[in-house]
């Protein structure tokens, strides 16, 4: 049985995310699928396909590159880069870096992105996650409260930057 891949609402990114996902679709394109179809060709000359591991592997890996191409040339398509405005300064929007802390002292620090960019990253949020929602247009000071499954939780915006393209946040001295 097939799972499908989730529905993705936002398509915002921000042009590191953008250019990552650009980066992974031409390294397959050009890469990965040319090695891949030489080994599925060579495997295929070989006479009997049905006992041929080399064949049935490659080919469902060939497979599987095609179709992360496919998903990928109409993602890239359909996605809006996001680039910092100065008129952003001083408040959490798309792309912002964020530290925030709740009464019991617990300090979270992340960057608030697209969907597309979360994977595999524990820094990041989707912009569409509770939180990130909650903390959209406020300031340095000021609270919120993002409904989690055990309730209501308050938070407080201790920090916001937005770095350069493809800079992490100074760390805390």
Known sequence: MKVKPPIIKTKLITREGFNALKAEHDELWFKKRPEVTKIVSW?????????????????????QIDSRIRYL?????DLKIVDYSP??????????????????????????VGPDEIYGRT???SIDAPMARALLKKQVDDSFVVQTPTGAKEWLVMDI????????PPSPT
Do not use: C, H
């Open 161 to 168: 930057q937005y770095p350069a393209t493809g800079e992490q």
């Open 123 to 125: 820094d990041y949020i």
């Open 43 to 63: 495997a295929a000359s070989l006479g009997d396909r049905s006992e041929n591991a080399d064949y049935t592997m490659n080919k469902r890996l060939l497979r």
């Open 73 to 77: 040339r109409k993602r890239l398509e």
């Open 87 to 112: 008129q952003q300064a001083g408040r959490v929007f798309f792309g912002a870096w964020v530290e925030i802390e709740d009464d019991a002292g617990q300090v979270l620090k992340f960057r608030i």
